[in-house]
């Protein structure tokens, strides 16, 4: 949180966590007028990334636990990233099995 705090006062305009517990991404979203970028780190920030790789499951070796293979689900590209977006704006992704407790 002190790191958070300092980084915006420095002149951060914008502050990305990754895997970072939900409790404090609420905590520091909460405590920051810049927005928060979350991946990993719970649907409680101002917003979401996801790299494309691991959107559309061709991430190859390790699986991180905050991807999400949306292509699976919908069998086109385009419609995965529609997909994407439509769970992040419902803030049902990510789900807890994608965050970080």
């Not at 939900?22 to 970028?37: D, E, G, K, M």
């Not at 719970?42 to 949306?70: S, W, Y």
């Amino acid at each position: 949180m002190t790191d958070a705090l300092a980084l915006e006062a420095a002149g951060a305009q914008l502050m990305v966590l990754e895997c970072v517990p939900v409790a404090l991404a609420q905590r520091v979203t909460a405590a920051l007028s810049i927005p928060v970028i979350g991946i990993g780190a719970g649907n409680v920030t101002d917003g979401q990334i996801l790299v494309m790789h691991d959107a559309l499951g061709v991430t190859g070796g390790h699986i991180p636990k905050f991807a999400k293979n949306f292509l699976a689900a919908t069998g086109d590209i385009r419609a995965a990233i529609r997909h994407y977006i439509a769970e992040v704006e419902a803030g049902t992704y990510p789900a807890a099995e994608h965050s970080f407790q």
